[in-house]
């Protein structure tokens, strides 16, 4: 089994920091989503229901001009025309505002993304780049809530993948990067997990 040299061991724990800050900020932007989308369902309601209200008082107010207006008293009716107006404006005010909540929803596919990448990883075969063998058993108690890496052990070794991927491709083109990289030797895996178990080490080109 190959020594770790102190180089690689430092630059592991970095990519393996660095995965934990993202999935950090990963997790802040689930929750404040989340809020978010509370908020503009709240908000969006609020704005339907004030909208149907303002129709029903514009429908009234065109009943009454076109029945109950006496058509001699013109200065009356061009008042009223202007309130017409005002109630359209703020109609067409909240129809505006309606549409920005529309188009605010594309922002939420941030949040669907979040939650597609946790059943990805709990449900679905995902593939990582397996890039050491080790003994010490404190290995095996990396945060599996925060880092973008896996930890499995079937023997006494407890072997390190980094990298969480929803296809082959996808690890292959992990695994080149890290041999250009310098950081790892050729001697790194792609290994196909499922449901948090090994199942098999893939091709690695």
């Known amino acids: 089994m190959p ?22 900020k990963l997790e802040d932007l ?11 369902r709240a908000s969006k309601m609020m704005l339907k229901m004030l909208c149907s209200l303002l129709l029903i008082l514009t429908i009234a107010l065109i009943i009454y001009l076109v029945f109950w207006v006496d058509k001699d008293s013109g200065n009356k009716v061009v008042m009223e025309n202007k309130e017409f107006t005002s109630f359209q404006s703020e109609i067409n005010g909240l129809k505006n ?21 946790r059943s990805l990883i709990n449900k679905d075969t995902v593939y990582s780049v397996q890039i050491q063998s080790f003994t010490d058993e404190k290995v095996s ?28 491709v996808e690890a292959q083109e992990f695994r080149k990067t890290l041999l250009k990289s310098g950081v790892v030797d050729k001697n790194i895996f792609v290994i196909s997990y499922k449901e948090g178990k090994r199942i098999k080490i893939e091709n690695p080109f």
């Open 3 to 24: 020594d770790i040299k102190n180089e690689d061991l430092l630059s592991l724990h970095y990519q393996i920091e660095k995965a934990e800050v993202e999935q950090r």
């Open 30 to 40: 689930l929750n404040d989503k989340s809020v978010e989308l509370k908020r503009n």
């Open 97 to 117: 505002q309606l549409n920005q909540l529309k188009n605010d929803q594309s922002d939420l596919k941030d949040l669907k993304d979040l939650y597609v990448y």
């Open 141 to 168: 108690l990396i945060s599996e809530k925060f880092t973008n890496s896996l930890v499995y052990s079937d023997t006494s070794y407890y072997k390190l993948s980094l990298g969480i991927f929803e296809t082959l």
